[in-house]
């Protein structure tokens, strides 16, 4: 039976893998004790497995590390962020009806902001409402959030890992919404009693940091716009209404790191498709998506949930990370975890893919957006300090550069150069990571079937 958890399992061990070889032994505690769907307990970016398989993770983590030591690893200091709750009269409601909220590390003398919309899939009908709220609580609520939490990558305060945002401002917005971050669904007939209030999250977001106290606003503000996974689907799809909450005088500039969501038929035409399911969940949601792209789309607006249309409509200057062997599409539509065959259908469908992300990459080759693209077996890249400063790719001039470079680039610049991989195999730029260990099929966990 096709299982949702277990596709996010193999996210989820890769994320939790690179916490092992880059946070201090304190931190690993906390990231195997509290990992979950890409929750604001989690300090990774990862997505719901149950307790069996985090037994299953353990077993196989020290291996990992063994087999890893050849990895070099980018030591630096992270942000540790404290958690803000919204007042619930604000109408910015997690699934459940608890406030919203975000984590926050505060620089009162900075001017500089990253703001970081968290990821973490979605949910669809009722039954996977329900399922999501089972095994990762934290997803539809703020109940059980912790109350600080720690990140690196984009979120470090190490200068040579984070050249620009080193002394920012850093947020991390909770995703307990689950509809991408455009949902403005209230409890009734359509949502079937839960909230979906992505887009009343941003603008109450947008609301308190603009207050005196955080100063979001203030003359000389600069924001650095972001979102992993579905936080970065969700910057794609409100990159314009987020611009238009700003004053003029504030610049920003926009990331969505594994928000590239395709339209690929799954392998085995008779599985449930991503555009069939959000063609449900926009309902669900009450979901709002660009009024251009919805005039375009009028018989499939589900379409406009897709990253490489939604782009077309958006005018506000984007980078785009797109893992070209996406550790979520990949097994979503395959059916199952790597070891992929190097043979016949799997393999066809893999290379598929890869020259589908590679082609529409061409989309954002030209301004107002940019690329960087790696051939890595990956997903989110800004949230741990390897892979965001130490995976290169050569750019279109030929310059050997990182995604920390390219942020760098598109900060200091007025715009930065596309980086795009050509190597078209399988987890191909020397700079990957080493895949680790397998750690089952899909069916292999009976516990936690979606």
Sequence with gaps: MFSFSLVFERVAFFQLWRCWLLQLMGFIFQCLSFVQCSTPSAPCDVAPFSVFSQMKVAAVLLLALVASSSVGVVRGQNAIMQKVLFDPASGALCNDGTPGGFY?????????????????????????????????????????????????GLFSTNATVNPVFATANKVMVGYCSSDSWIGAGMPNSTSLGWYFQG??????????????????TRPGSRVMYTGCSAGGQGVV????????????????????????????????????????????????????????CALAQPASPQLCLFSSIAVIYARTPMLIQAAQNDQFQLPYNIGHNPPYANNGAEKAYVAKVQNDFMNSMSRIYSPPHIAFSTGCWAHCLSLDNYSFSQIKISDTRGVLKSLSDTITEMATRDRGVSAIDTCDTWNCNPACPPEPPMIGSFDADPINQM
Excluded: K
């Excluded at 969505?256 to 339209?263: E, K, Q, S, T």
């Design 104 to 152: 926050i590390e505060q620089n009162t003398s900075s001017n500089d902001w990253v703001i970081h919309l968290q990821g973490g899939y979605w949910c669809y009908d009722h039954a996977s409402c329900l399922a999501r709220q089972s095994s990762s609580p934290a997803m539809t609520g703020s109940g059980t959030w912790s109350p600080t939490i720690g990140l690196g």
């Design 237 to 292: 799809l409100t990159v314009d209404r987020f611009r238009d909450m700003l004053p003029d005088h504030v610049q920003m500039w926009a990331f969505a790191d594994a928000g590239w969501l395709m339209n690929e038929t799954p392998l085995n035409p008779s599985w449930e498709s991503l555009n069939t399911q959000l063609a449900g969940a926009l309902t669900l949601w009450s979901g709002v998506v660009s009024p251009d």
């Design 199 to 216: 887009l009343a999250i941003i603008q109450e977001l947008v609301n308190v940091l603009s207050d005196d106290q955080y100063g979001l």
